[in-house]
């Protein structure tokens, strides 16, 4: 194993932070959580550090971030996103609190058919956003607020954005890498995978790209 690190990770009882958790753990590290609904978690589970709360209630992020080497936001909740943009607010409270920290790199999952900050959907991911996924539009437009801030006002920081694909929670069907243009409909473990390693891909910061299999 390589050195132990601590994750913090935002959005682990989620599909993709379930398997992104369980990897960080399973590879040695310490993951450090925090869950509106701790039950959702093994909280026997050693180097597992769970904290109660929600991102709208602000947290103690300083606490949080205490010792940690990257933070990752897995975070996700369309019907609240339909209305608010609570990624969005929670991030400019993040970004502030990292500086204070001194921790840098911070990996945020957004979806395919959130646009990146200046640049438009292709045709096809656009039709898809206002048609068979339109009932996600507002969790689309809150990434695009949380990529655009990032983008504009927090480049003294590590970041880096994955625009997933993701389709199903079923096995996985290879290693997924960036792309700026293509992107493949993987299952939640391939993209948190993909999460992981890219944390450690200095290329990838300051980078809004997609995921696809290699032909
Ligand atoms: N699902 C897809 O097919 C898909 C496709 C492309 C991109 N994405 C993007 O990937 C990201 C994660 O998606 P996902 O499907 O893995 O997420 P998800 O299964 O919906 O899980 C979202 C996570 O965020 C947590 N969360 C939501 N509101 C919170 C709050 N106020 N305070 C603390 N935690 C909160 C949830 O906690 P609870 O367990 O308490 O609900 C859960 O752990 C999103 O940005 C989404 O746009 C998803």
Redo the contacts with the bound molecule.
Sequence with gaps: MNAQKTYLV?????????HFTARALSDGHRVRV????PG?LDGTTPNLEIHQ?????S?DLDRLLDGADFVV??????A?QKTQK??TA?VQKLVPAMRRSGVSRFL???????APPNRRLSPTLWAIRNTIARS?IG??E??EAVMRYLSDEARDIEWMV???????DGPSKGELQRSSRAVSIAP?RD?AAYDYRLLSDASAIHTCDLSAYRR
């Design positions: 935002f959005g682990a009882t989620g599909q993709t932070g379930k925090l869950a509106r609904n959702k709360g929600s991102i709208t209630d947290p936001s897995l975070l996700g909740d369309a609240q609570i990624n929670f945020y999952q957004a979806g395919g058919l959130s996600y969790q689309h809150d990434n994955h625009r997933a694909g993701i389709g199903s939640f993209c």
